[in-house]
């Protein structure tokens, strides 16, 4: 049975950095892609970026240059360093097991979340 579990998220100020991880347990492929999605409330998900085994990655553009996403292969974990966060960042965010590799691809399984909220 495939899961992911999120963690570190939080509350930090306008300007502040988070680091989010997830680990993902009962996946075996050697090669494969994550990423992490965001959803506030009453807005609809939005795919935040994406990393594949293979060390590519791709970003949103509302991201791009203040968060770094990276996979550890070895551990079968996901990372997204968040730097120079703004309110409008504030969410909860998911990381997936991605089918198409691509911020906001389509997806096989989801984590529970983790929020992250920014105060100005």
């Known amino acids: 049975q495939v899961q992911l579990v999120e963690s ?45 085994s293979d060390g590519s990655t791709t970003y949103a553009d509302s991201v791009k240059g203040r968060f770094t996403i990276s996979l ?9 360093e968040m730097s120079s966060l703004k309110p409008e960042d504030t969410a909860m965010y998911y990381c997936a097991i991605l089918r198409d590799c691509r911020p906001g691809g389509a997806a096989s399984y989801w984590g529970q ?8």
Do not use: I
């Not at 680990?23 to 990393?51: D, L």
């Not at 550890?72 to 974990?77: I, L, S, V």
């Open 8 to 52: 570190g998220g939080g509350s930090v100020q306008h300007g502040g950095s988070l680091r989010l991880a997830c680990r993902a347990s009962g996946y075996t492929y050697s090669s494969y892609c994550m990423g992490w999605f965001r959803q506030a409330p009453g807005k609809e998900r939005e795919g935040v970026a994406a990393a594949d």
């Open 72 to 80: 550890d292969n070895a551990k079968y974990t996901l990372y997204l």
């Open 113 to 120: 979340g983790t929020q992250v909220t920014v105060s100005s």
